[in-house]
């Protein structure tokens, strides 16, 4: 039995639907449609299914219809025609009042824009899904300030959304649709509104969370790589149709047709595989104005690295070693300048994967991912770059 | 063309005749329990000497606004009022104002909230809200005499009429205003309409609620200054007469009296309405 689990849904957007239909079935294109009927196709005859504890990524550019498509699941959006079944019950049939509590039970869903309720505090706004239910306050609170400390906001309960970074407003949304404890996750370009680095920790985040949680998970997103790093199936969608569904690799090895090849190629080549896909933040920064060397090494002693970059003046200025550091301590220097060194590789954030394995093989030392004003953005280690690309099956 | 008159005015009358005739039970029923809100509300206030119930409006004024200035404004401005010897119209006036908003909020809000969520309600509620503000505020006196009589129920009356638009246009509004998204994860999350509108909605639309009642206060005070005309009471009835006794100092001092009870009204509800953001 399939968790949930889409039989020929069509959505069509228009005072008459039925018309649209029917031009449908005659193999008329989206665009003949509209241009005949003034009719908008959301989503036509799409149908799969997500297994329990699974994460089935749905992907299209804008306008494929993937929200439309996540909307129908729950009936934010009402389907045309078509059925979705949760748990083999037919979502389609529930009543309005059934459909409440059928969505109480069920789905926890996540927003692009976050969503949160701005006159509410972070606390308040986890909470929500308990209250409408009428869950005791003291339970309430307690399961509440549990999805806080699983996302990782502890202490700032009692904020206001609008005091937050983008990504801890998300982290929100997720404490708010975790609160409830549902089965399904409905997540809607959760994770596309925010920066790439902070989009990553989230991404992994969510990995680990799934790890323990084991909830079934439907994600949008328009975008290959995150679809890559988070989907154990990729459904992708264009137009309203879905055009491909299987695993990463089966995307990327086989594409369907033309459209796929060409998605899977740009978004492949200029975004997979730069060094700012596959490169993480330092551990540890030392400070080339407050930090001498034994501060730099007790930093690295604390992050467990054997070699610490250096800023000065916003821009990266060189890197120190352990050995050099204690070398240093021991010679008495108070600061770092005799012991930083330049003999380090750095790139800049959109150099393609293939270039960086060599840089890094012969190199017992991160490489410094840098911008064009020398700021250091992120690091390489050869952990991080293998994992990246075995992740997204290419080799 | 003016051989024969569509009897507009003689259906008008007529409508009212009719309602005048069977509904007169109602309107004395209103009208009893109106007027005696009314008087023990003035003689509630006139029951306290004026510098208490001074301290206690400036008092008022810094609890919500905050603001040192509003406060002195208020103690100033009341007590060059009572110095004019225009401490009874004055309360009178702030007492019609008081009751004729408290029955436009209660009035407009739910309207205002029923406009919001039902397009069909919306569609024929706000071309009756445009007639109503568009009509000169006179008119409204005249139907209110046969209900009412002569007096201050009729004055309340055509008040509540005149001023009840902008609570139900800006409820509706500030709810309209509240974003789809939020809306949409309110209904994800499975929450019952009412839920929805005490929990999201009405929260949300609070500040843009404030500023129509806002509104309200003011157009009743200049309402409740007309309705002078038709008996009511207070710093219109101060200024009315000094029409009719010709003396214009007299009608002066009235209307810095409405010029003072106005500021300080409009003051102190902007900052109700702001302090929700």
Same mark, same amino acid.
């Given at each position: 039995?399939?968790k949930?689990s889409?039989?020929?849904?069509y959505?069509?957007?228009g005072?008459?639907?039925?018309?649209a239909?029917?031009?449908l079935?005659?193999?008329?294109t989206k665009?003949?449609?509209?241009q005949?009927?003034?009719?908008?196709?959301?989503v036509?005859?799409?149908?799969?299914?997500?297994?329990?504890?699974?994460?089935v990524?749905i992907?299209? =550019?804008s306008?494929?219809g993937?929200s439309?498509?996540?909307?129908?699941?729950?009936r934010?959006?009402?389907?045309?025609?078509?059925k979705?079944f949760?748990?083999?019950? #037919?979502?389609?049939a529930?009543?309005e009042?059934?459909?409440r509590?059928?969505?109480?039970?069920?789905?926890?869903?996540v927003?692009?824009?976050?969503?949160?309720?701005?006159?509410?505090?972070?606390?308040?706004n986890?909470?929500?899904?308990?209250?409408?239910?009428?869950?005791?306050p003291q339970e309430?609170?307690?399961?509440?300030m549990?999805?806080?400390?699983?996302?990782?906001l502890k202490?700032?309960?009692?904020?206001y959304?609008?005091?937050?970074?983008?990504g801890?407003?998300?982290r929100?949304?997720?404490?708010?649709?975790l609160?409830l404890d549902?089965?399904i996750?409905l997540?809607?370009?959760?994770?596309?509104? =925010?920066?790439?680095?902070?989009r990553?920790?989230?991404?992994?985040?969510?990995?680990?969370?799934?790890?323990?949680?084991?909830?079934?998970?439907v994600?949008?997103?328009?975008?290959l790589?995150?679809? =890559?790093?988070?989907?154990?199936?990729?459904?992708?969608m264009?137009?309203?149709?879905i055009v491909?569904?299987?695993?990463?690799?089966?995307?990327?090895?086989?594409?369907?047709?033309?459209?796929?090849?060409?998605?899977?190629?740009?978004?492949?080549m200029?975004?997979?595989?730069t060094?700012?896909s596959?490169m993480?933040?330092?551990?540890?920064?030392?400070?080339?104005k407050?930090?001498?060397?034994k501060?730099?090494l007790?930093?690295?002693?604390?992050?467990?690295i054997?070699?610490?970059?250096v800023?000065?003046?916003?821009q990266?200025?060189?890197?120190?070693?352990?050995?050099?550091?204690?070398?240093?301590?021991k010679?008495?220097d108070?600061?770092?300048?005799h012991?930083?060194?330049?003999?380090?590789?750095?790139?800049?954030p #959109?150099?393609?994967?293939?270039?960086l394995?060599p840089?890094?093989?012969?190199?017992n030392?991160?490489?410094?991912v840098?911008?064009e004003?020398?700021k250091?953005?992120?690091?390489?280690?050869?952990?991080s770059?293998?994992?990246?690309?075995a992740?997204?099956?290419?080799? | 063309?003016?051989?024969?008159?569509?009897?507009?005015g003689q259906s008008?009358?007529a409508?009212?005749?009719?309602?005048?005739?069977n509904?007169?039970f109602?309107?004395?029923?209103?009208?009893?329990?109106?007027?005696?809100?009314?008087?023990?509300?003035?003689n509630?206030?006139m029951?306290?000497p004026?510098?208490?119930?001074?301290?206690?409006?400036?008092g008022l004024?810094w609890?919500?606004?905050?603001?040192?200035g509003i406060?002195a404004f208020?103690?100033i401005?009341?007590?060059?009022?009572?110095?004019?010897?225009?401490?009874?119209?004055?309360?009178?006036t702030?007492?019609?104002?008081?009751?004729?908003?408290?029955?436009?909020?209660?009035?407009?809000?739910?309207?205002?909230?029923?406009?919001?969520?039902?397009d069909?309600?919306y569609k024929?509620?706000?071309p009756?809200?445009?007639f109503?503000q568009?009509?000169?505020?006179?008119v409204y006196? *005249?139907?209110a005499?046969p209900?009412?009589?002569l007096?201050?129920?009729?004055? *309340?009356f055509?008040?509540?009429?005149?001023?009840?638009?902008?609570? *139900?246009?800006?409820?509706?509004?500030?709810?309209k205003?509240?974003?789809?998204?939020?809306?949409e994860?309110?209904?994800?999350f499975?929450?019952t309409?009412?839920q929805k509108?005490?929990?999201?909605?009405?929260?949300?639309?609070?500040p843009?609620?404030?500023?129509?009642?806002?509104q309200?206060?003011?157009?009743?005070?200049s309402?409740?200054?007309?309705?002078?005309? *038709?008996?009511?009471?207070?710093l219109?009835?101060?200024?009315?007469?000094?029409?009719q006794?010709?003396?214009?100092?007299r009608?002066?001092?009235?209307?810095?009296?409405?010029?003072?009870?106005?500021?300080i009204?409009?003051r102190?509800?902007q900052?109700?309405g702001?302090k929700q953001?």
């Amino acid at each position: 039995m399939h968790k949930i689990s889409i039989e020929n849904l069509y959505k069509i957007f228009g005072p008459h639907p039925e018309k649209a239909l029917r031009l449908l079935e005659q193999g008329k294109t989206k665009d003949e449609i509209m241009q005949n009927t003034k009719h908008g196709v959301g989503v036509a005859n799409a149908s799969f299914y997500v297994d329990e504890g699974e994460i089935v990524v749905i992907m299209g =550019l804008s306008g494929s219809g993937k929200s439309t498509l996540v909307r129908c699941i729950n009936r934010l959006i009402e389907p045309t025609s078509g059925k979705v079944f949760v748990d083999n019950e #037919d979502v389609t049939a529930l009543s309005e009042e059934e459909l409440r509590v059928f969505r109480q039970k069920h789905f926890g869903m996540v927003f692009q824009n976050f969503a949160l309720f701005p006159h509410r505090t972070v606390l308040q706004n986890v909470e929500y899904g308990l209250e409408i239910q009428q869950t005791e306050p003291q339970e309430r609170k307690e399961r509440g300030m549990q999805a806080i400390e699983q996302v990782g906001l502890k202490g700032w309960e009692a904020s206001y959304p609008s005091q937050l970074s983008g990504g801890m407003q998300q982290r929100v949304g997720l404490a708010r649709a975790l609160a409830l404890d549902a089965d399904i996750m409905l997540m809607d370009e959760a994770f596309s509104a =925010l920066d790439p680095l902070i989009r990553r920790d989230m991404q992994d985040e969510l990995l680990m969370l799934q790890e323990e949680m084991q909830k079934t998970i439907v994600f949008i997103s328009h975008d290959l790589d995150e679809a =890559l790093r988070l989907g154990d199936r990729i459904i992708l969608m264009k137009d309203g149709v879905i055009v491909q569904e299987g695993t990463a690799e089966e995307i990327l090895t086989s594409p369907a047709n033309d459209y796929v090849v060409r998605f899977v190629e740009d978004v492949d080549m200029s975004k997979v595989l730069t060094a700012e896909s596959v490169m993480v933040k330092p551990a540890e920064m030392a400070y080339y104005k407050t930090d001498g060397p034994k501060s730099a090494l007790r930093k690295m002693k604390t992050a467990g690295i054997s070699s610490i970059f250096v800023r000065k003046d916003r821009q990266l200025a060189g890197m120190v070693t352990a050995a050099d550091a204690a070398e240093a301590l021991k010679r008495g220097d108070k600061t770092l300048e005799h012991v930083m060194t330049e003999n380090f590789d750095s790139v800049a954030p #959109d150099t393609p994967a293939n270039e960086l394995f060599p840089l890094l093989a012969d190199n017992n030392y991160p490489l410094a991912v840098v911008n064009e004003k020398n700021k250091l953005v992120g690091i390489i280690i050869k952990g991080s770059l293998l994992a990246g690309l075995a992740e997204r099956g290419v080799s | 063309m003016e051989g024969y008159k569509i009897p507009i005015g003689q259906s008008i009358e007529a409508l009212i005749d009719l309602l005048v005739d069977n509904f007169s039970f109602i309107t004395k029923a209103f009208s009893n329990v109106t007027e005696s809100g009314i008087t023990i509300l003035i003689n509630i206030m006139m029951f306290f000497p004026p510098w208490l119930l001074i301290l206690f409006f400036a008092g008022l004024a810094w609890f919500f606004s905050k603001k040192e200035g509003i406060a002195a404004f208020t103690l100033i401005g009341l007590v060059l009022i009572w110095n004019m010897g225009l401490w009874e119209p004055t309360v009178n006036t702030i007492a019609l104002v008081l009751i004729s908003t408290m029955f436009a909020i209660v009035i407009g809000v739910p309207l205002g909230i029923m406009a919001a969520l039902n397009d069909i309600f919306y569609k024929i509620v706000m071309p009756i809200l445009d007639f109503m503000q568009t009509m000169p505020a006179f008119v409204y006196l *005249i139907p209110a005499i046969p209900f009412f009589g002569l007096g201050p129920v009729a004055a *309340i009356f055509s008040t509540v009429v005149f001023s009840t638009p902008p609570a *139900i246009r800006l409820t509706c509004l500030g709810i309209k205003q509240v974003p789809e998204e939020l809306v949409e994860a309110a209904d994800a999350f499975g929450s019952t309409k009412w839920q929805k509108l005490f929990k999201l909605q009405l929260p949300i639309a609070t500040p843009t609620i404030m500023a129509g009642i806002n509104q309200t206060i003011m157009l009743a005070l200049s309402m409740v200054v007309i309705a002078a005309m *038709i008996g009511a009471k207070g710093l219109g009835g101060e200024v009315w007469k000094a029409i009719q006794r010709l003396q214009p100092g007299r009608g002066f001092e009235a209307g810095i009296g409405i010029v003072i009870v106005a500021i300080i009204l409009d003051r102190i509800m902007q900052r109700v309405g702001g302090k929700q953001e």
